[in-house]
């Protein structure tokens, strides 16, 4: 990974990743189409990306006062916008207890990022 500057610093439940939200917005043969990158700082062998297919990002666009996609959580409306540390925070607590360890080593991927956002309680995103 070439790039690691433009990797963002975020520490969750006492652990140090490095994160960034990738999307191209002029990548129309699989639009919608974006990913989260996280690294553990103190592991980085292991780089794991989570993939979002049904999630589009409204970055570019000024429809949403609250630069995000409303959507619910847990019921209530929200703006959902995973170029935030809140959201990369949700997302990375939840990869690292339920799909991976911080220790493991190698490329792990994460298919359906858009049932990791349900799982925690987002909808209509």
């Given at each position: 990974?070439?790039?690691?500057?433009?990797?963002?610093?975020?520490?969750?439940?006492?652990?140090?990743?490095?994160?960034?939200?990738?999307?191209?917005e002029m990548d129309f043969s699989n639009y919608p189409y974006s990913y989260y990158l996280f690294v553990p700082r103190e592991n980085q062998r292991l780089k794991v990306r989570v993939y979002f297919t049904k999630y589009a990002p409204n970055m570019k666009i000024d429809a949403y006062l609250a630069g995000g996609t409303i959507c619910l959580y847990k019921g209530e409306q929200c703006v959902?916008?995973?170029?935030?540390?809140?959201?990369?925070?949700?997302?990375?607590?939840?990869?690292?207890?339920?799909?991976?360890?911080?220790?493991?080593?190698?490329?792990?991927?994460i298919r359906d990022g858009d049932a990791v956002l349900e799982a925690l309680g987002y909808s209509d995103f």
């Open positions: 990974m070439k790039n690691r500057k433009k990797l963002r610093y975020i520490v969750v439940d006492g652990r140090e990743y490095l994160w960034n939200y990738y999307f191209d959902l916008n995973l170029c935030r540390p809140y959201f990369a925070r949700q997302i990375i607590a939840y990869v690292f207890a339920c799909c991976c360890d911080a220790t493991d080593d190698g490329e792990f991927e």
